[in-house]
């Protein structure tokens, strides 16, 4: 195959590969503000009393909930939050691999394609 | 003169001029990033400054039995009174509202805004680092680009 074809056609990969990193990060830093945000309800709720009023926004009206299930509902969301988090770290590790390793191919290409030129 | 990067120091001087722009093209958005966050935070501490002047000045003992007009739209106004002066509704976050009296109220808005008070504190000190970076840097880009002028006009003195 025509290295310059070659060539081309690796660095489209890394470019997509980069774009895909790029939308992972943003997708995770907008979890890590849900994480933030749930914390400090949680930590809200831990200072309350049992006998405090909860209430819940769904659509435009206010749901009165029970502490206990209002809490859990956090637990919840935050333990699944963290799994996220931790699928999406794992996804940016294996691409930055995976461009680490174009970076490599296209490099070597490269330098193969520059050879011959000196050469003649 | 070197910037304290992550563990990693770099000797200014030895970047060419362009690679010295680039670095502050890089700090340059840096701080632009961080100078904006900076204001948000500004902005939503005053937000909770003005809760707590809402409950301690719109729900009090005060204003009992005097008449407020509840807005239904932005152009209807039906009468009405304060039901509850002790108590009200606060937005915890995620769609979460505790009932909470106003002493407790004020007290979650006020610890809500010295918290906001640390990060802006913090954050103020990341600029001004920062800041102090791109001061240097930019003071060794105008050498560099001062140098290589005179080096220029000297090749040219002596053709």
Do not use: W
């Amino acid at each position: 195959m025509d290295p310059q074809k070659q060539v081309q056609a690796l660095s489209d990969e890394y470019q997509g590969l980069q774009t895909e990193y790029s939308s992972l990060v943003s997708a995770r830093q907008k979890l890590e503000s849900q994480q933030q945000e749930n914390k400090s309800v949680q930590k809200e709720f831990d200072s309350l009393a049992d006998d405090a009023s909860i209430y819940k926004l769904v659509g435009p009206v206010l749901l009165k909930q029970d502490t206990t299930e209002a809490k859990s509902t956090v637990d919840g969301r935050l333990e699944y939050i963290e799994k996220e988090i931790k699928r999406i770290e794992g996804s940016l590790k294996e691409i930055q691999e995976k461009s680490e390793g174009k970076k490599m191919e296209i490099m070597q290409i490269q330098s193969q394609m520059q050879q011959p030129a000196v050469q003649a | 003169m070197a910037t304290g990067g992550q563990g990693q120091q770099i000797d200014l001087g030895s970047l060419s001029a362009q690679q010295l722009s680039q670095v502050k093209k890089q700090l340059d958005e840096e701080v632009q990033h961080l100078t904006n966050s900076y204001q948000n935070l500004r902005g939503a501490q005053q937000k909770f400054r003005d809760c707590v002047v809402s409950v301690k000045d719109g729900v009090a003992e005060s204003v009992k039995d005097k008449a407020l007009l509840v807005p239904l739209t932005s152009s209807l106004y039906v009468p009405g009174t304060l039901a509850d002066t002790e108590h009200v509704l606060v937005d915890v976050g995620t769609g979460f509202y505790v009932e909470k009296t106003t002493d407790d109220a004020q007290k979650f808005y006020n610890g809500k805004i010295e918290e906001l008070a640390k990060n802006i504190k913090d954050l103020e000190n990341i600029v001004n680092g920062k800041a102090n970076n791109l001061r240097v840097v930019e003071e060794v880009l105008r050498q560099k680009v001062l140098a290589g002028q005179q080096g220029g006009q000297a090749g040219v003195g002596a053709s």
